[in-house]
């Protein structure tokens, strides 16, 4: 089926241990992003990617690190978790604006979430 | 102050009332609105984007008001099922920023 899929679901890890959240998406959209969201703030956005190969921080992209070789995959790592770091990861695609600029409808199309806990 | 800010509520409503939500936003250069809804525990997902006339969708109306910088959400005759937390959000360049929601509760 059509969709935007993340794993794992459930994650608990130790501290300085590296964890890696995938996100994998079926419509060829252009537009991949993660997010986080913990009470009080929201969704923040970590990283962003407008095509394969291209990629760009978000508000808070420390200690994070993506990757886009392909379009349909948008992996975001965690190279040393930190307790902090704790939280409910948001994967969401979008489709590229049609005018040919960076530009889209802003009709984001989330993924279940990951929810990770470092101990 | 934070770029998107949202009364967090909680507005704990009767089946069948009117309930209006704010949301302020402090990008004067930002280019589109809308309001997502989340479910306990599930991903946000688009309830209606927000244009500068206006618009209505079924019970739900959307307003914007560029020179004060905020929009709204009204529902009218809430159901139980309208129960959610309510995300505003405000589109910068190619990012898109989120207010940290309003709940909302319906009650019988």
């Known amino acids: 089926d059509a969709g935007i899929t993340q794993s794992p679901r459930y994650k608990i890890t130790e501290t300085g241990r590296q964890v890696t959240l995938m996100c994998h998406q079926t419509w060829s959209h252009s537009y991949m992003f993660w997010y986080r969201q913990d009470l009080g703030h929201g969704l923040r956005l970590i990283y962003y990617?407008?095509?394969?190969?291209?990629?760009d921080k978000g508000e808070v992209p420390d200690g994070y690190v993506v990757s886009r070789s392909k379009t349909e995959n948008f992996p975001l790592t965690l190279e040393s978790a930190t307790r902090s770091q704790t939280s409910v990861y948001f994967c969401a695609s979008s489709e590229f604006g049609t005018s040919g600029r960076v530009a889209f409808a802003g009709e984001l199309f989330f993924g279940e979430g990951s929810r990770l806990t470092v101990l | 102050r934070k770029e998107v800010e949202q009364d967090p509520g909680p507005f704990n409503v009767p089946e069948g009332a009117t309930v209006a939500f704010n949301c302020t936003y402090s990008n004067s250069a930002s280019q589109s609105f809308f309001w997502y809804r989340q479910d306990c525990r599930k991903e946000p997902k688009l309830l209606m984007s927000v244009y500068s006339s206006g618009n209505e969708d079924g019970r739900f109306t959307a307003q914007l008001n560029r020179a004060s910088q905020y929009i709204s959400l009204l529902i009218r005759d809430s159901k139980l099922s309208d129960s959610a937390t309510y995300l505003c959000v405000v589109r910068q360049g190619n990012k898109l920023v989120f207010g940290a929601g309003t709940i909302l509760r319906v009650k019988s």
């Open positions: 990617s407008a095509a394969a190969d291209i990629t």
